[in-house]
T-cell receptor
Framework: EAQVTQNPRYLITVTGKKLTVTCSQN?????MSWYRQDPGLGLRQIYY???????DKGDVPEGYKVSRKEKRNFPLILESPSPNQTSLYFC?????????????FGQGTRLTVV | GENVEQHPSTLSVQEGDSAVIKCTYS??????FPWYKQELGKGPQLIID???NVGEKKDQRIAVTLNKTAKHFSLHITETQPEDSAVYFC?????????WGAGTKLIIKP
C-alpha cells in the first residue's frame, strides 16, 4: 500500500530535550516536505526537499533541522524544543513539483513541549 | 510572495444542502489550485484540483470554479452528506511549494 509513515503519532517532551520525528514514504517520490498545523493558521511549510541531499527552508524553519540521506526518509529534528513548537506536524511527499502533482500526507504527529 | 485567504473558517449546513468555500490568491502567476480534505485524526487528502487554463471542474458532487481575473476560486459541494464533515484546505502554487489557506471546518447537521 502506497503511504507516508510518520512516527511517533503522539509525543510529549520537555523543553530542551532533542527529538526526532521520522518520516518514510514507499512511493519512490522525489519531493518531501514537513508542515506544522496550528489552529487558524492552516498548514505552514517548515522544510522541503527536492531530492536526496537537497533541502531548503520553508516559511517557518527556525528551530528545526532536516536531512535527506535516502530518498524514502526525511526526518525532522528539533535540537532544543520549546513550548512554541507544540503543534501538529505532517510529512508529505510528491512525485514531482509541488505545484502540479498530488501531495500525499502522513497521519500526523502531535507534539507537546512542556 | 503568494498569499491565500480562505473563507469562511467554519461552515454549518443542513444535510442535503450545498456548501461553498471561497479562496482568494495574490500572485497572478499561480496556475494550479488544489483542494484537500482533512478528516479527524488524518492527514489532508487531495479531493479535486484545477489548473489556470480551465474555469470549472466537476467530480460527482464536488466542483471547483476559478476566476483568474478576480483571483479567486471556490469549492462547491452539492447534496451534502455526513461524511463530508471535515476541514477543507485550498492552496495555490507558489514558486516551489503550495501556499495554503487557513482551512474551513465544514459541519453537516442531520
Amino acid at each position: 500500500e502506497a503511504q507516508v509513515t510518520q512516527n511517533p503519532r503522539y509525543l510529549i517532551t520537555v523543553t530542551g530535550k532533542k527529538l526526532t520525528v521520522t518520516c518514510s514514504q514507499n512511493m519512490n517520490h522525489e519531493y518531501m516536505s514537513w508542515y506544522r498545523q496550528d489552529p487558524g493558521l492552516g498548514l505552514r511549510q517548515i522544510y522541503y526537499s527536492m531530492n536526496v541531499e537537497v533541502t531548503d527552508k520553508g516559511d517557518v524553519p527556525e528551530g528545526y533541522k532536516v536531512s535527506r540521506k535516502e530518498k524514502r526518509n526525511f526526518p525532522l529534528i528539533l535540537e532544543s524544543p520549546s513550548p512554541n513548537q507544540t503543534s501538529l506536524y505532517f510529512c508529505a511527499s510528491s512525485s514531482g513539483d509541488w505545484g502540479h502533482t498530488e501531495a500525499f500526507f502522513g497521519q500526523g504527529t502531535r507534539l507537546t513541549v512542556v | 510572495g503568494e498569499n491565500v485567504e480562505q473563507h469562511p473558517s467554519t461552515l454549518s449546513v443542513q444535510e442535503g444542502d450545498s456548501a461553498v468555500i471561497k479562496c482568494t490568491y495574490s500572485d497572478s502567476a499561480s496556475n494550479y489550485f488544489p483542494w484537500y480534505k482533512q478528516e479527524l485524526g488524518k492527514g489532508p487528502q487531495l479531493i479535486i484540483d484545477i489548473r489556470s487554463n480551465v474555469g470549472e471542474k466537476k467530480d460527482q458532487r464536488i466542483a471547483v470554479t476559478l476566476n483568474k481575473t478576480a483571483k479567486h476560486f471556490s469549492l462547491h459541494i452539492t447534496e451534502t452528506q455526513p461524511e463530508d464533515s471535515a476541514v477543507y484546505f485550498c492552496a495555490a502554487r507558489g514558486t516551489y511549494q503550495l501556499i495554503w489557506g487557513a482551512g474551513t471546518k465544514l459541519i453537516i447537521k442531520p
